[in-house]
């Protein structure tokens, strides 16, 4: 799994017209999966995502996690983040898995996820055409690959 992970004052998902999903001070992560994500992909990087210290402590330190601060989540699948570009200049998505697969481990890691926050993440939809706004707060986009978590 790939996630981009970005500290934001606020953001938001709309689909067809529709607002989805919207939050103030949180993180909006982007979320790549590929057929070999299982289930310890979905704990260590739930785990990890929530106790990031990224956000800004009393002194102006980034010393406490999204937890921490009370802030919420929006998560977005996004499979153009396994996007190869090596050859030409079409990016060829190989390694991003089909839906069958990446829906079942993207639904499993939203709800590690709400378990680890101990409260509801909020998200977009899989595989809608979504129009997804931010406000980065920082900026602080941290980006994190769990085959390099060794």
Known sequence: MIA??????RSSVTIDGHVKASIGNGLLVLV?????????????LASKIVNLRIFNDDA?????????????IIV??????????KKGNRPSYLRAAKPDV???????FTETLSREMGKPVQ?????????????NDGPVTIIIDTKNRV
């Not at 790549?32 to 260590?44: C, F, L, M, S, V």
């Not at 102006?60 to 919420?72: F, P, Q, T, Y």
């Open 4 to 9: 981009v992970i970005q500290r934001v004052s």
């Open 32 to 44: 790549g999966i590929e057929n070999a994500d299982g289930a310890e992909d979905i704990q260590w």
């Open 60 to 72: 102006g330190v980034m010393n406490l996690s999204v937890r921490d601060i009370g802030g919420d």
């Open 76 to 85: 977005v699948s996004q499979f153009t983040l396994h996007a190869s570009t």
């Open 102 to 108: 990446a829906i079942p481990i993207y639904n499993q």
């Open 123 to 135: 998200t977009g939809e899989f595989g809608a055409d979504m129009k997804v706004d931010l406000l």
